[in-house]
Structures are given as structure tokens and as C-alpha cells.
């Protein structure tokens, strides 16, 4: 039964056809403009490695395997695979069946620094955003298309209504811009709604002025009630009733500024070793 499945997908890739599968949240860009567009939002400064999320026919995947850079296409759909390894068996081209979510980042390129680039899966990216975050000091740079409100939102700044975690999150180490707006026509099947591509850069000092666990904790309890004061949001951190006089604490989680958020975090802990003394 191995060998007829495994047949099926060779028969596949030769016909040049994948089936978009919607557990996978896969919608297959078909547009060679936008997909060379999306290859060309990597500067491939300081890093020639590149890590493509979610290749499906490798629209985009051929576009950065022309460029000076050892290029590693991960997906879970094992159909995609089969049709990449017949399509590109190209020397600067690594394809490998995994999910992104749960990959040891290590074992990709050891210690070198690399981008990554991709049409995400909407259903999972931000969890690719966050996990992204979790190895920055590997990665200076990361582009790629999101449903178009989530692109918006992890460049979006304090004042707005799409401001949330997020954005605090991940403009703390990078700095965030909005290329530009995707319809629905250039994919196969179309979503229903429009995509967006973004671009993060790390800032050259990326190190923060507290700690980031608290920091990442800090932000989504104050978000998870965005409506109320940081002084009733915040009241689980036992708030000593100095730091509570604080202007800061008058204020809503949407109207701080990334570094704010920062000073913030350096306030609860002072207060917090200064209670304990």
C-alpha cells in the first residue's frame, strides 16, 4: 500500500499537479510577479542561508534557488515533496518533510545565521512568528505572506486597535514594515480574504533592557484584557501600592509604545525585588 501511495505522488509530481489541502491551510500562489516580488524581500545581508516554510509547488522556491544562498524548503505534505524533489533537483537546494512548529531550528544550518521567507499557512502563523522569535539571534531576517490583518498587526503601532501582542513582541527585536497587499485571485484555491507581506528586520542591538520572559508575560496579560487599565490588567503582579501611583498604570496596553512596554517590565521588576526585600 506504501509503494501505490508512494507512486501516486511520483505520478503527481510528473503531471506537474498538488492538491491544495485545507487541513493544511494550503492555498498555492500561482502569480510569477508576486512570487518574485517575495523573493526579492530577503537582503540576504549578514546570512546566506534561507529557510522557505510551506514551498507547496515551489513558485517561490525557484526564484531564491537562483540567488547566492544555500536554500532549505521544509513542508509537511508529503505530496509537495515528492513534486519538489522531481522539479528541483537543484545542488543549492535541500527539501525536507517537517513541520516547522516542532523542528529542532539547530539542525538546519548548525550555528549560521539565516532568513526565512514563505507563503505561511494562515492557520499557523503566528505560531511560526513566535517560534521565529525564539531563535533571533539565528535569524536577522524574516519576510513572508499572512493573511492580510495579521501582516497588519505584527506592524501595527500603539494607538491602534490592531495593536496587540504581537506587535510588541516582535517589533522588540525587529524592526517591522508592510510591502504590500496580495488579492485572493493569485492562489489556487483562492482564500476568501486578501494576504500581506511583511518584512523584520533584527535591530542591530536586539538586547532587551529586561528580562524577556517577563516581558513576553507582561504583554499578554495586559492584552488579554486590552480594555481595562494596566493597573487592574497587571493586578496578578501584586503591585505594591508605590508603583501603582505610576502614571503608566492610568494607561491601556494599545496606547504603550514598544519601549514603554519595555520600561514597564524594568518597573514591575524593581517592584517586585523591592517588595521581597
Known sequence: MKKENSNKLRENADTGTVRAKKHLGQHFLKDEVIAEKIGDTLSMQGYKNVLEIGPGMGVLTKYLINKDVDVIAMDLDTESIAY????????????????????????????????????????????????????????????????????????????????????????????????????????????????????????????????????YKVVKTAFQQRRKTLRNSLKSFNLSDKIKEDAIFGQRPEQLSVSQFIALTQKLENDAISTHR
Not at 502563523?125 to 495579521?150: A, C, D, N, R, Y
Not at 501582542?165 to 482564500?191: G, H, K, R
Open 84 to 215: 519538489l524533489e522531481e522539479k528541483y533537483p537543484n545542488k543549492n537546494l535541500k527539501i525536507l518533510e517537517a513541520d516547522f512548529l516542532k523542528y529542532d531550528l539547530s539542525q538546519l544550518f548548525g550555528e549560521a545565521q539565516f532568513g526565512i521567507t514563505g507563503n505561511f499557512p494562515y492557520n499557523i502563523s503566528t505560531q511560526i512568528v513566535f517560534k521565529m522569535l525564539e531563535w533571533k539571534e539565528q535569524i536577522p531576517e524574516f519576510t513572508g505572506m499572512f493573511q492580510k490583518e495579521v501582516a497588519e498587526r505584527i506592524c501595527e503601532k500603539e494607538g491602534s486597535k490592531a495593536y496587540g501582542i504581537l506587535s510588541v513582541l516582535a517589533q522588540a527585536f525587529y524592526d517591522a514594515e508592510y510591502l504590500f497587499t496580495v488579492p485572493p485571485t493569485v492562489f489556487n484555491p483562492p482564500p476568501k480574504v486578501d494576504s500581506g507581506v511583511l518584512r523584520l528586520r533584527r535591530k542591530e542591538n536586539f538586547a532587551i533592557a529586561c528580562s524577556e520572559k517577563m516581558l
